[in-house]
């Protein structure tokens, strides 16, 4: 007979409620006993274990104020006396540059820095090469490891240790050196890193993060084309002496590299490699050198292969290249005595463009500077020589025609603007290399819009801007056919508003326009020109490059979309503003209207402009006038991008 036993209700919810109680307090002082046992401190002698984690690559280098220095503000506004240093020469129709330019070297690991910070993290297949000895010197350990990989070394507590490691950043096998007297004879395909150090462990486990350092001098040699178009298919080249690169004994346990007994490494040729640059390749070649103190030194280019258009190659030797192909680069007047330095010499390629056509259509209103008047800010611009033009050294060519503002090329919302347009674009012989369009709305009817999307299907280029998108009633079509999928237009209230180039990431490592040949407008504005903005709404493809999707210094946009874009595989550049590039009758200190700026020499400036941001906007607390902008900048690369894009896939004409 079993006796059944009854227990309340309340008693068993107050002996679940204990014991899960017990457990949770159990559980708590076990995971305290591990931590503490883990962290806390052990007699001397115990075993214990050093934890080695690679922490990245670092540089301790500052710079001098130089010339040549990296990382400074933007070159093209620079006063003539800061720029880096920099020669130009004419052979034919090619310009070359010769720039020289210093940085602290993150070779290999460019792409992984972050901005704002001077450490990198190697990649994980990287190979180091670990040593442990006692401070008596006797040997612990000596072990090759891999990065990503967190190293342990069995150890004594309260025993001091000296430890060092060294890379050559690559995933080879690093042989073992001879532990007694460890050295090294430097590389000269590859950097030297180091880290050193010394740890009484006292706990059972001390992590230990290694921050390696750069030993020797990267000379890096490129040799690129200045447009974002023209890949350079091959190049040969070599040193001008074979002393330039020189090698010398490493000592691991010192950390020094003397640098009164150096050998010549008796390197000659450059070994070129591809590398790329905004998708198109360009030739590069690394060295390094033993050598801390060269400030100026040279290289002979014998020949290289240039893809000239899409469709025909450009080769380039002997006395067409500058000085027969001897070229020198020079970092300063004074050597640096110091390893970690890049120093970098670019041979960098432009081609003079042939006479190339700008056809303007608009409306009169404010003036001709929709349609690019000689008397306008754009007009001047594009019509200065040392600007475009057959010695500039921003977009060399042969000439530029734009169609002055007659009746031809004037819009309204009659239909006999409809009638001009379509006379200008119905036939492709006669196609422009460039079409600008500034439309209000209603300025072109969808048969206009047909004649627009066959133009950028041949190859043609257009330049679009966009007045009262939401009274437009034919222009989201059109963009719908030149995006691939329907999409809408509407006019956002945004008023005297300023907008960022890089909203997006795609915007930001846009270097063929963004970093073009009139300036880098990364850490700039555009203002627009006083009401409204028009926005194209509902893009949900992959074809877009989007630039500014909300203004900086107004709210939230009450409909969201692009303002600011281009396509990716077609000539078509979308701004939601008509007079992104109007400067025509106002004065350079308005800081609402007409936000087209240039100096006296009719060339792009940045120019305080826009209304004080909005308690609710990314720009909150900026007053009136304290954004910077940047539209004829901006507009100048995007005219480069476009004329050289004509030029390099053609337009079919037939």
Avoid at 145 to 156: E, K, L, M, N, P
Avoid at 157 to 178: Q, V
Wanted: glycine share 8%; net charge neutral; with cysteine.
């Amino acid at each position: 007979m079993r006796d059944l036993l009854i227990i309340p209700k309340k008693t068993v919810k107050r002996i679940v409620y204990y014991k899960a109680l017990l457990l949770v307090v159990s559980a708590f002082l076990i995971a305290g006993c591990s931590k503490t046992k883990k962290e806390e401190e052990v007699a001397t002698g115990e075993a214990v274990e050093l934890i080695f984690k690679v922490e990245g690559v670092d540089s301790d280098i500052s710079l001098p104020n130089l010339k040549s220095s990296a990382g400074r503000s933007n070159y093209v506004l620079l006063p003539e006396e800061e720029k880096p240093n920099e020669e130009t020469f004419i052979k034919d129709d090619v310009f070359f540059a010769v720039k020289s330019d210093m940085s602290a070297d993150q070779s290999g690991f460019e792409e992984l820095l972050k901005p704002g910070t001077r450490s990198v993290s190697m990649e994980n297949n990287t190979k180091y090469r670990l040593l442990v000895y006692t401070n008596a010197n006797a040997l612990v350990a000596s072990i090759e490891v891999t990065t990503g990989q967190v190293q342990h070394i069995s150890v004594t507590s309260g025993t001091t240790y000296k430890w060092y490691a060294y890379s050559y950043n690559t995933s080879a096998s690093i042989p073992a050196p001879n532990t007694v007297n460890p050295v090294l004879t430097t590389p000269t395909s590859t950097p030297l890193l180091y880290a050193s150090g010394t740890i009484t462990p006292t706990a059972l486990g001390t992590v230990l993060p290694i921050l390696f350092k750069h030993q020797l001098t990267h000379y890096k040699v490129e040799v690129k084309e200045s447009t974002g178009f023209r890949a350079i298919l091959a190049t040969t080249g070599e040193f001008s002496n074979s002393n330039i690169i020189k090698t010398g004994t490493f000592n691991i346990l010192t950390g020094e590299l003397p640098q009164g007994a150096l050998t010549s490494a008796n390197i000659t040729t450059l070994n070129f490699v591809n590398e790329t640059e905004g998708g198109v390749n360009k030739r590069v070649a690394h060295h390094y050198s033993a050598d801390h103190g060269l400030a100026t030194w040279g290289v002979k280019i014998n020949s290289l292969n240039v893809q000239y258009t899409s469709t025909t190659t450009r080769p380039i030797s002997g006395s067409s290249l500058p000085n027969d192909g001897y070229v020198s680069f020079s970092f300063g007047t004074t050597p640096y005595f110091k390893p970690g330095y890049l120093l970098k010499g670019t041979l960098e390629i432009t081609f003079s463009l042939p006479r190339m056509h700008i056809l303007p259509f608009s409306n009169a209103a404010n003036g001709d500077g929709y349609r690019l008047g000689p008397n306008s800010g754009a007009g001047k611009f594009l019509g200065t020589a040392t600007n475009f033009g057959p010695t500039s050294k921003y977009v060399p060519i042969k000439e530029i025609y734009i169609d002055p503002p007659t009746n031809d090329n004037l819009a309204s919302t009659l239909s006999s603007s409809w009638t001009r347009f379509k006379n200008r674009m119905s036939d492709p012989a006669t196609y422009p290399d460039v079409l600008v369009l500034a439309n209000n709305y209603n300025y072109w009817d969808a048969e206009c819009w047909v004649l627009i999307n066959n133009y950028i299907n041949r190859g043609g280029n257009v330049f679009y801007t966009q007045d009262a998108g939401g009274a437009e009633s034919y222009a989201a079509t059109g963009i719908s056919n030149i995006l691939g999928q329907s999409v809408g237009m509407v006019l956002n209230t945004e008023n005297y508003t300023v907008y960022k180039f890089t909203d997006t990431y795609e915007a930001l490592i846009d270097s063929t326009i963004l970093m073009g040949p009139f300036g880098d407008v990364r850490n700039y504005h555009w203002g627009q020109d006083r009401l409204g903005a028009s926005y194209v709404t509902g893009y949900t493809g992959n074809n877009v490059i989007a630039y500014s999707t909300h203004s900086q210094n107004d709210g939230p946009p009450s409909q969201a979309g692009m303002v600011l874009f281009r396509h990716k595989t077609k000539g078509f550049f979308f701004a939601g503003d008509g007079g992104f590039f109007l400067y025509d009758n106002i004065s350079a200190s308005n800081t609402t209207r007409e936000p087209f700026r240039i100096n006296s020499s009719n060339f792009p400036i940045t120019a305080g402009y826009g209304t004080a941001a909005t308690s609710n906007s990314p720009g909150k607390g900026t007053p009136a006038g304290g954004f910077t902008i940047a539209n004829s900048m901006m507009f100048g690369n995007v005219m480069a991008w476009m004329l050289n894009r004509a030029h390099y896939y053609g337009i079919n004409r037939n």
